[in-house]
């Protein structure tokens, strides 16, 4: 039976694509450029996998290991061909690049299984109708789960083919405990003898807190950099690449091009790559970088010896050290990672106003770990250059603490504001929040998180002189969140809690 819209249903059907974090959904435009296997590797573990997938029980998965050894790109690919074979449930691809939230996990997987499965939508629509609050951020997953998925999913029980759920880098989950939590509430609601053969696949690095809420009965499969298979896969793939970067540039290799590198160059790099897939592919964007000779670039990531393979940090630092100023572009690299959420390079240039120049070169040396198309949000290539830069043992002299990335990024947030004439802040002011420029929306958080820097003293004595009295001194109706974000700031600043004190706010 064809499901008749009323206009209430049209409401809640609204309501719940209002609340779905697109950038969760596999193969989602947020998402891009989509992490796939290149034809002809992984083919052994992907049958694998397909095995445990084609079996009519509730065997789960779970696939681990380390960052950068392709797990992202193995389950996407297995998300392409079970959404062929209209066999995919849902996916949730967790990822630091997007600002999601806890809340809106359940009503994701919700909306996929209703555009996966019509017969389910007119249920999980008539539960939204019968309990207003099932998509508010402060309902229990446990009710959301029971209500938009479980007992929609009992329509489909009689149903003879197995599906996949999968959720891809637990790690990058919210906390530790909100990823147990997940685990636990999807494997125990999904084994259900009143729901169709529902396959749960999760992903992550093998850590522990993930380990203990994986149930026993879990199939396991542990990606290792030192498996023949995978590296027999990067050293396709670099084979591949090299010989795409060859055939491309004759103006390099000429016509027909030359044979290159030679066979020592590129087992040295295959070696240096180990069996780790995201090492494999910056080197390559290193390698093959536009206006740079591709020989010079190997030779430059050959030249240090290595005494173990898929040593990224030596990958990541010798791609630094080739900028022409390491130091501050370190410090524009470590501000980018600690963005709220992630700007698109418009905005950038306009936060950075200052630094435009230190941004444009620093985008360009970093791009083999950067994604900048010109249009998107700049984001960095992989989670791991996010641990590379966190950490002192690894970064060493390029490290940069978040304490300082916030102290400039509250320097640039100011500097922005108070670089707004009188008109400019009208114009601001009479925006809705979520319309408000980055610095206005999330200078109080950098503020909080900021290192007490000279600098930062100083923009803020000018700060409260005139842009803070004009903001308290001329009230607007949606002046709220404004408000609210001082209020906020002034827990940590003595200066600002005086200016209010004397402006009775």
Same mark, same amino acid.
């Not at 573990?45 to 065997?59: A, C, F, G, P």
């Not at 998300?79 to 690049?97: D, G, I, N, V, Y």
């Not at 000018?462 to 974000?485: I, K, M, S």
């Given at each position: 039976?064809?499901?008749?819209?009323?206009?209430?249903?049209?409401?809640?059907?609204?309501?719940?694509?209002?609340?779905?974090?697109?950038?969760?959904?596999?193969?989602?435009?947020?998402?891009?450029?989509?992490?796939?296997?290149?034809?002809?590797?992984?083919?052994?573990?992907?049958?694998?996998?397909?095995?445990?997938?084609?079996?009519?029980?509730?065997?789960?998965?779970?696939?681990?290991?380390?960052?950068?050894?392709?797990?992202?790109? #193995?389950?996407?690919?297995?998300?392409?061909?079970?959404?062929?074979?209209?066999?995919?449930?849902?996916?949730?691809?967790?990822?630091?690049?997007?600002?999601?939230?806890?809340?809106?996990?359940?009503?994701?997987?919700?909306?996929?299984?209703?555009?996966?499965?019509?017969?389910?939508?007119?249920?999980i629509v008539k539960a939204i109708e019968n309990d207003d609050s099932l998509l508010s951020p402060g309902k229990s997953h446990a009710d959301q789960m029971r209500e938009l998925v479980i007992k929609p999913l009992e329509i489909l029980r009689f149903r003879e083919e197995p599906y996949a759920i999968i959720i891809d880098a637990l790690d990058e989950c919210f906390s530790s405990e909100e990823a147990a939590r997940l685990v636990t509430?999807?494997?125990?609601?999904?084994?259900?003898?009143?729901?169709?053969?529902?396959?749960?696949?999760?992903?992550?690095?093998?850590?522990?807190?993930?380990?203990?809420? #994986?149930?026993?009965?879990?199939?396991?499969?542990?990606?290792?950099?030192?498996?023949?298979?995978?590296?027999?896969?990067?050293?396709?793939?670099?084979?591949?690449?090299?010989?795409?970067?060859?055939?491309?540039?004759?103006?390099?290799?000429?016509?027909?091009?030359?044979?290159?590198?030679?066979?020592?160059?590129?087992?040295?790099?295959?070696?240096?790559?180990?069996?780790?897939?995201?090492?494999?592919?910056?080197?390559?964007?290193?390698?093959?970088?536009?206006?740079?000779? &591709?020989?010079?670039?190997?030779?430059?990531?050959?030249?240090?010896?290595?005494?173990?393979?898929?040593?990224?940090?030596?990958?990541?630092?010798?791609? #630094?050290?080739?900028?022409?100023? &390491?130091?501050?572009?370190?410090?524009?690299?470590?501000?980018?990672?600690?963005?709220?959420?992630?700007?698109?390079?418009?905005?950038?240039?306009?936060?950075?106003?200052?630094?435009?120049?230190?941004?444009?070169?620093?985008?360009?040396?970093?791009?083999?770990?950067?994604?900048?198309?010109?249009?998107?949000?700049?984001?960095?290539?992989?989670?791991?250059?996010?641990?590379?830069?966190?950490?002192?043992?690894?970064?060493?002299?390029?490290?940069?603490?978040?304490?300082?990335?916030?102290?400039?990024?509250?320097?640039?947030?100011?500097?922005?504001?108070?670089?707004?004439?009188? #008109?400019?802040?009208?114009?601001?002011?009479?925006?809705? &929040?979520?319309?408000?420029?980055?610095?206005?929306?999330?200078?109080?958080?950098?503020?909080?998180?900021?290192?007490?820097?000279?600098?930062?003293?100083?923009?803020?004595?000018?700060?409260?002189?005139?842009?803070?009295?004009?903001?308290?001194?001329?009230?607007?109706?949606?002046?709220?969140?404004?408000?609210?974000?001082?209020?906020?700031?002034?827990?940590?600043?003595?200066?600002?809690?005086?200016?209010?004190?004397?402006?009775?706010?």
């Amino acid at each position: 039976m064809d499901f008749v819209h009323s206009s209430s249903s049209n409401g809640s059907w609204k309501s719940l694509c209002n609340v779905v974090e697109y950038s969760g959904i596999f193969d989602s435009e947020f998402r891009q450029p989509h992490a796939r296997c290149m034809e002809n590797t992984r083919v052994a573990l992907r049958k694998s996998i397909t095995q445990v997938l084609d079996q009519r029980d509730r065997t789960n998965i779970w696939l681990n290991g380390l960052a950068g050894v392709g797990k992202t790109s #193995i389950v996407f690919t297995i998300a392409e061909e079970m959404k062929a074979a209209k066999r995919l449930a849902a996916t949730f691809f967790f990822s630091h690049k997007h600002s999601q939230k806890a809340a809106v996990i359940i009503p994701t997987i919700a909306y996929q299984l209703a555009l996966a499965f019509p017969r389910i939508r007119e249920d999980i629509v008539k539960a939204i109708e019968n309990d207003d609050s099932l998509l508010s951020p402060g309902k229990s997953h446990a009710d959301q789960m029971r209500e938009l998925v479980i007992k929609p999913l009992e329509i489909l029980r009689f149903r003879e083919e197995p599906y996949a759920i999968i959720i891809d880098a637990l790690d990058e989950c919210f906390s530790s405990e909100e990823a147990a939590r997940l685990v636990t509430l999807l494997t125990d609601t999904l084994a259900g003898p009143a729901l169709p053969f529902i396959h749960v696949i999760f992903t992550s690095r093998p850590e522990a807190h993930i380990r203990a809420a #994986i149930p026993s009965g879990v199939h396991e499969i542990l990606l290792t950099t030192r498996d023949k298979d995978t590296i027999q896969d990067v050293r396709f793939f670099l084979r591949a690449s090299l010989d795409k970067t060859r055939t491309s540039r004759p103006a390099v290799f000429g016509q027909p091009p030359i044979p290159w590198p030679s066979k020592d160059e590129f087992e040295t790099l295959v070696f240096k790559a180990g069996g780790l897939f995201v090492y494999a592919a910056m080197a390559m964007n290193f390698i093959s970088a536009t206006g740079h000779h &591709p020989q010079e670039r190997l030779e430059l990531l050959l030249r240090k010896n290595s005494i173990v393979g898929a040593d990224i940090d030596q990958l990541y630092r010798q791609i #630094i050290a080739t900028s022409e100023d &390491p130091l501050a572009h370190c410090r524009m690299l470590a501000s980018i990672i600690h963005l709220v959420r992630p700007l698109p390079l418009a905005e950038l240039q306009e936060l950075f106003y200052t630094d435009r120049r230190s941004l444009a070169m620093m985008l360009e040396a970093f791009s083999p770990v950067i994604l900048n198309d010109g249009v998107g949000n700049v984001e960095v290539y992989h989670a791991s250059l996010r641990d590379f830069m966190g950490s002192p043992r690894r970064s060493k002299q390029y490290h940069v603490d978040a304490a300082h990335a916030h102290d400039h990024l509250a320097c640039c947030c100011l500097n922005f504001i108070t670089r707004q004439d009188s #008109i400019q802040t009208r114009a601001i002011l009479a925006l809705l &929040p979520p319309s408000y420029p980055y610095p206005y929306e999330m200078w109080h958080v950098h503020l909080y998180l900021a290192y007490p820097s000279s600098k930062l003293r100083n923009l803020l004595a000018l700060f409260t002189d005139t842009t803070l009295r004009y903001w308290v001194q001329t009230p607007h109706p949606r002046n709220y969140f404004l408000a609210r974000t001082v209020l906020i700031a002034s827990r940590t600043c003595l200066s600002l809690v005086i200016v209010l004190s004397t402006l009775n706010y």
